[in-house]
């Protein structure tokens, strides 16, 4: 069973970074693409960033600021997240579309999600 992990939530000031990172557990025969969601209580899940090969693509709330990128030998995705505002506080989950063998189906997958916290 596959399970993304994720790392490098936390606390930090308004104006301040941090650096997410997610990668998968064993059993990943090929990665698709990937993601950076956030979730707030009350709203709806929100597409941050999102990369597939050399594309990417951001929520507009978060262009300019928010970069997303990927290491294939690695098979990890990073989210580094500059100027944060309080709006940016969220639980922030990694999103891959995966197939666990050459001949499987494409899987959908979800982290557990990371707290990123802005607060002075």
């Known amino acids: 069973q596959v399970q993304l992990v994720e790392s490098g939530g936390g606390l930090v000031q308004p104006g301040g970074s941090l650096r997410l990172s997610c990668a998968p557990s064993d059993g990943v025969f090929k990665i698709l693409d990937m993601g950076w969601y956030r979730q707030v209580p009350g709203k709806q899940r929100e597409l941050v960033a999102h990369i597939i090969g050399d594309a990417t693509r951001y929520a507009d709330s978060v262009k300019g600021r928010f970069t997303i990128s990927k290491n294939n030998a690695a098979n990890t995705v990073y989210l580094q997240m500059d100027s944060l505002t309080f709006e940016d506080t969220a639980v922030y989950l990694c999103?891959?579309?995966?197939?666990?063998?050459?001949?499987?189906?494409?899987?959908?997958?979800w982290g557990q999600g990371t707290q990123v916290t802005v607060s002075s």
């Open positions: 999103n891959a579309h995966i197939k666990t063998t050459w001949n499987s189906g494409t899987f959908n997958y």
